[in-house]
């Protein structure tokens, strides 16, 4: 049996193909105004991938701020739940799980058996997500698909205390007149982001093992400073498919226990 997972993200439509717990394809498409068209968009490029038919998926989950937009989605559940049984399923070690987006952070604690415990959610200030990294990479124009492995580059600490994007420009602007490398703005950006949202994982509770998922775990400084931060290395995920796709994942087992498949 095979079944579909979209994760309807605020920049992002993700989908993942499922057969029999082997992910046939994935594919990612930007969210426009038009949700459930980005949806399509997404699920006909995986199809395209995995060379299967439409009518040969048997239940498609939709997640994410957009699931509600996917009409021909069978069913939707929660990111929270989402996150819960994709991650589970790739690292069954997990106990609290780290998910940055471009928009928002959460972490959500689960048991042993990969059920929801708690969660929280830091959706008040983009300043702790992608959002604030993809800001600062056009105030210091540098390409942001290159900023992890300039910041591990970084030979100095300095400290970012702005708690907003739009101060953060500004605190980036003066220390680029002061003559500051880039990498240690860089280093001190990723730090700043680290802080938010380890803040936020301290007052949820820490136990471990700790995932980090979302499209920034896949930014090596991003994933450094978090290690750093924590005191522990994170579990993230490389081998078979990306951070950004766990919450389609986790839709498209949800939607492979409803079958039964």
Known sequence: MITAGIDCGSKNTKVVLLKENNILSTASVLSGFDQEESAEQALNSALEKAGIKREDVKHLTATGAGMEAISFADDNVTTITCDGRGTFFL???????????????LVVKIDEKGKVKDFGINEKCAAGAGAFIEAMSRALEVDIEIMGELSLKSTKKIPMNAQCTIFAESEVVSLIHQKTSKEDIIHAVHDAIADRNT??????????????????ANNIGFVDAMNKNLGFDLLVPKDNIAPQYISALGAALIAQDKIGG
Do not use: H
Not at 93 to 104: F, K, N, P, Q, V
């Open 91 to 105: 690292f069954p070690s997990t106990r609290t799980i780290i998910d940055i987006g471009a928009e928002e952070g």
């Open 199 to 216: 803040s936020m994982v301290r007052q949820i509770g820490i136990e471990k093992d700790v995932a980090l998922i979302g499209g920034v």
